[in-house]
């Protein structure tokens, strides 16, 4: 008889090999007298687990705007899924029991002549960083939303690309300012604009970086911000030109449909230097 144990939101997702220690253990022998107490002793210490692959699902709590939004989409499903957002709002209410995800975007088939859709998911990590969607949370949500799906429409569960940024900025300090404190300001400011992650697709607008700098006390002016690529080592591999995919008007980052933005170490992603 084996007894699970059950998680919380708090402890919900595991690093590959971090579960790995028994608390109570009980052992039934057919015939314990038949057994000498070492060997017995030795039999109890030989369990042993690992998880060889990583427990994700979604760690963090979703903000009041997320909120709102999940919310508007409920009412039009009337539990059935004939639009994208029905599919996306299916998602998200989908029992945490199940699994649960971070993400997610249903878009069509560009390549299918029939109703066949794309339903992009991703989960967060013990860290609340993105992961990819593990096998198991892509079954149940297959089978779920069998429940509601057109009869017609074919749905491919797929991982979208991870494209990590950094963010590097110049600002110019009013006189008397402290360009330390002004410094370390700008940079707990954009920290906390982007603790949270995008959506899928969602693009990156490089105004809303000059608006926040500017609105930073002891700011004079921003004289440039620049989006950097980050890959390989602890970050995605996936690799985006950031010119060619910035707007003709240099306003925002043009994010693939499938792709998902993060910046996922803020207090090393983001830099800036004081003039």
């Not at 992009?120 to 149940?140: A, M, P, R």
Request: net charge positive.
């Amino acid at each position: 008889t084996i007894t699970y144990r059950v998680n919380n939101p708090t402890n919900a997702n595991v690093a590959v090999s971090a579960l790995n220690q028994v608390s109570t253990v009980n052992f039934d022998f057919s015939d314990r007298n038949a057994l000498v107490a070492p060997t017995i002793q030795d039999i109890v210490s030989s369990l042993e687990v690992n998880n060889e692959s990583s427990i994700v699902g979604d760690i963090s709590n979703p903000t009041s705007g997320e909120i709102k939004r999940r919310i508007f989409d409920t009412f039009p499903t009337q539990n059935r899924a004939v639009t994208q957002a029905d599919y996306e709002n299916l998602v998200y209410r989908m029992p945490a029991k199940y699994g649960s995800l971070k993400r997610c975007s249903v878009q069509k088939d560009p390549d299918s002549l029939k109703r066949n859709l794309n339903m992009y998911v991703i989960s967060e990590d013990e860290l609340g960083k993105l992961t990819q969607t593990n096998q198991t949370i892509k079954n149940n949500l297959k089978t779920w939303i069998n429940h509601y799906r057109m009869i017609n429409d074919t749905i491919d569960i797929l991982n979208p690309y991870i494209i990590n940024l950094g963010i590097d900025f110049i600002v110019k300090t009013q006189a008397g300012a402290n360009k330390f404190d002004v410094l370390n300001a700008c940079i707990r400011t954009l920290s906390s604009k982007y603790k949270n992650p995008f959506f899928i697709g969602e693009p990156f607008y490089i105004s809303d970086v000059y608006n926040e700098l500017k609105q930073v006390r002891g700011v004079l002016d921003v004289v440039k911000v620049k989006l950097t690529n980050k890959s390989g080592g602890n970050y995605a591999s996936t690799i985006i030109n950031i010119n060619k995919n910035t707007s003709p008007e240099g306003t925002y980052l043009v994010t693939p449909k499938n792709a998902i933005l993060e910046i996922k170490f803020p207090e090393t992603d983001i830099r800036g230097k004081i003039r």
